[in-house]
């Protein structure tokens, strides 16, 4: 056993936190004469350092997800779900959510193509909520960061508020708020390619690079701020705001973190930097968790499938969720970290 | 008014083109309709290339992931940027052109 979390320690460290790295910067950093004990050599140690190992966790996942995920697309989904029923069908639904390829552009025609095989709202809504918010890619980057505990409860959780969250938009009846032309989309059984190993390879790098040019802007910006707030903002600010002694942090965290667009690679950096300030873990991954589950562009592309009620209703649900695994989290947090 | 009726117009244009891409206005569905004119410059056909972005007709060909890409009102592709020559590759299988 003690062998066995030996060599975890040493994954979780050495290959997902990518520690060398780290050290190795900092040497190259002292040699030119930059201490990264000093403001400003600590700046670009973090910088330098979290910039690479998160584009080398980002090429790789990336890579493997969208293989992955090439055995999962839509119209299969689709058919899976159409077999289960009740909770069953929404605990699935969430679960594919997290490896059926999705972007926000193509919600409205996985809701119709959802809604017009007879799939009921509330599974189709656990898929909405557990897709962005949860994703294979999000478990390991956790991990690197945060631990395999952390990571593992993360995106468990997730998978409950999409779960819980799927059956409220169910129970409350909200047929009637779904725009027209949805409920009335015409089904129509889409063909299922079944790609070559070349193919699923070809795919998995294009995702890949399109992922990496899409994302590295937000990189450098999370990482930025990151630093920034590594080095320069004072301990007592952070916790102030996000540590234990506010109580209303959680609140403040996904209210900030709800409008915001980014990815979770963007929002990884800033996370690590408040946590390392004293911020709560609770507090840290319900800002996380908003930033990547909600954000304008998504609601404004969804607002034109659902009536503001639905849409409402789909936001505060979300936020109640997102508020209470920050409580639990905090609550937990001596216990987990 | 005006402006739906420009609307509309543009679209029943768009509807009858052979080749059309489905896509929600985004992006990446702006990025294919520019891979496909390449591609049919490259096959020396006239680049004229639809772009329905109305939800109802989408989801009329059965597709759940935009961009998509219909060949004589079969779908060839969907939830991919093409790149010219793979969209070319395409075009010719659907039109048995090889």
């Known amino acids: 056993m003690e062998m066995l979390a030996a060599v975890w320690q040493f994954f979780q460290e050495q290959i997902l936190g990518m520690q060398w790295l780290n050290r190795l910067i900092g040497q190259g950093l002292s040699s030119i004469g930059l201490d990264p004990a000093s403001r400003w050599g600590g700046s670009l140690q973090f910088f330098l350092y979290d910039v690479i190992k998160i584009v080398i966790l980002l090429c790789t ?57 007879g799939l009921p709202l509330g599974v189709t809504f656990s898929f909405l909520i557990s897709s962005p918010m949860v994703d294979l890619g999000s478990l390991v980057l956790l991990m690197s960061i945060f631990g395999a505990k952390v990571a593992v409860l993360y995106v468990l959780i997730g998978l409950v508020i ?116 004293g911020a709560q873990l609770g507090t840290i991954l319900a800002f996380m968790m908003a930033v990547t589950t909600l954000s304008l562009p998504s609601l404004i592309m969804l607002r034109k499938a659902v009536k503001p009620k639905l849409l409402a209703v ?21 216990l987990i970290l | 008014m005006g402006l739906f009726g420009k609307k509309r117009a543009e679209q029943t244009g768009e509807e009858s083109a ?10 990446k569905c702006n990025q294919l309709e520019e891979s496909v004119k390449t591609a049919l410059t490259q096959l020396g056909l006239e680049p004229e290339v639809g772009h329905i972005r109305d939800f109802s007709r ?20 969907s939830g991919r940027v093409l790149k010219p020559e793979e969209a070319a590759a395409l075009i010719r299988k659907a039109r048995g052109m090889e």
Not at chain 1, 163 to 186: C, N, R, S, W
Not at chain 1, 206 to 234: C, E, S, Y
Request: charged share 15%; aromatic share 12%; net charge negative.
């Open chain 1, 61 to 117: 996942l990336i890579f493997i997800i969208s293989y992955i995920q090439s055995y999962f697309p839509p119209e299969r989904s689709r058919r899976i779900l159409g077999r289960f029923h009740g909770i069953w069908a929404n605990i699935l639904s969430a679960l594919l959510g997290t490896v059926t390829p999705f972007c926000s552009c193509s919600s409205i025609p996985l809701f119709m193509g959802f809604t017009s095989a």
């Open chain 1, 162 to 277: 999409a779960v819980i969250g799927g059956t409220v938009i169910e129970k409350l009846g909200m047929e009637q708020y779904v725009e027209d032309f949805v409920l009335h989309a015409p089904f129509q059984e889409g063909e299922e390619e079944q790609p070559s190993r070349r193919q699923r390879l070809l795919y998995a790098r294009d995702q890949m690079l399109a992922t990496f040019r899409k994302v590295f802007p937000f990189i450098l910006l999370g990482v930025a701020i990151g630093a920034v707030i590594h080095n320069w903002l004072p301990e007592e600010w952070i916790e102030l705001v996000l540590g234990s002694n506010n109580p209303f942090g959680v609140i403040l965290a996904t209210l900030v973190g709800v409008p915001m667009y980014a990815d979770i690679f963007g929002t990884i950096p800033v996370a690590e930097a408040l946590l390392f300030k």
């Open chain 1, 314 to 334: 789909f936001i505060g649900v979300c936020i109640v969720g997102i508020v209470l695994v920050g409580y639990l989290f905090n609550a937990m947090q001596y």
């Open chain 2, 18 to 27: 052979a080749i059309k891409v489905l896509g929600s206005g985004c992006a």
């Open chain 2, 58 to 77: 989408i989801a009329e060909y059965g597709v759940m992931t935009t961009p998509a890409l219909v060949v004589d009102e079969k779908v060839v592709s």
